[in-house]
């Protein structure tokens, strides 16, 4: 079945303690992006790679990182969490530049 | 400032009538719009899409209609049915840098379909 799958669904945690939101895509897609969701905000992109070893910053990037060393996966990292990352995080992917996104069921984290 | 806004946060409708979810754009750079679907507790999931040459697509009951003067595009469900009780977000893309064309998403209609 093709699909996008997140790690974990759900998270809480402590300010400062580092974590790793995994993202993974059984479609052989170029493009992937990181989302948060965020009331009365939509969805705001974080990050998105174009192909293996390139990424580039989406609209509000700061306090996260991600790396794309294989093509299938792409982790979100959050090396010192804040409460106001508190949030639901999407990952996607697409095979096209424009276009119809795949999204994952999304992983609701809280920072307390 | 949104780029996308979509004004109604939320939209009931009885069953078997049309439902009309509305997305107003800023930046004349956009040049393709989709809609997506969100089910609680899942992901987004892509409904339909237009480019701007075109103003108008149909996908069996879903139709997106798009006015470039006026920077709005709406989608119409027509019959409405329990199933489409969802959130739906606007998106818009535009070739904002060379390699890669951003998209922008707007904050989502809450549409209740009631039986």
């Known amino acids: 079945e093709a699909q996008v799958t997140q790690n974990p669904r759900y998270l809480i945690t402590v300010t400062g303690k580092k974590l790793t939101v995994t993202c993974s895509q059984n479609?052989?897609?170029?493009?992937m992006s990181w989302y948060r969701q965020d009331p009365g905000l939509g969805l705001r992109q974080i990050y998105y790679?174009?192909?293996?070893?390139?990424?580039d910053k989406g609209d509000v990037p700061e306090g996260y990182k991600v790396s794309r060393k294989e093509k299938r996966n792409f982790p979100l990292i959050l090396e010192s969490p804040s409460p106001n990352q508190t949030s639901l995080y999407f990952c996607?992917?697409?095979?096209?530049?424009?276009?119809?996104?795949?999204f994952g069921p999304g992983t609701r984290l809280t920072v307390l | 400032d949104q780029q996308v806004k979509q004004n109604s946060p939320s939209l009931s409708v009885q069953e078997g009538r049309i439902s009309i979810l509305n997305c107003d754009y800023t930046?004349?750079?956009?040049?393709?719009f989709l809609w997506y679907k969100k089910y609680p507790a899942e992901g987004p999931t892509f409904l339909i899409s237009?480019?701007?040459?075109?103003d108008k697509n149909e996908d069996g009951r879903f139709t997106v209609f798009l006015n470039k003067s006026a920077k709005h595009l709406s989608l119409h469900i027509v019959p409405s049915q329990p199933g489409d009780s969802a959130v739906y977000f606007c998106?818009?893309?535009?070739?904002?840098?060379?390699?890669?064309?951003?998209?922008?998403f707007g904050p989502g209609t809450s549409l209740s379909v009631i039986p």
């Open positions: 998106a818009a893309s535009g070739q904002m840098k060379t390699s890669y064309d951003k998209v922008i």
């Open positions: 790679s174009m192909n293996v070893e390139v990424t």
């Open positions: 930046n004349s750079m956009f040049d393709y």
């Open positions: 479609m052989n897609h170029e493009y």
């Open positions: 237009i480019s701007s040459i075109k």
């Open positions: 996607a992917s697409s095979p096209y530049r424009v276009g119809e996104q795949f």
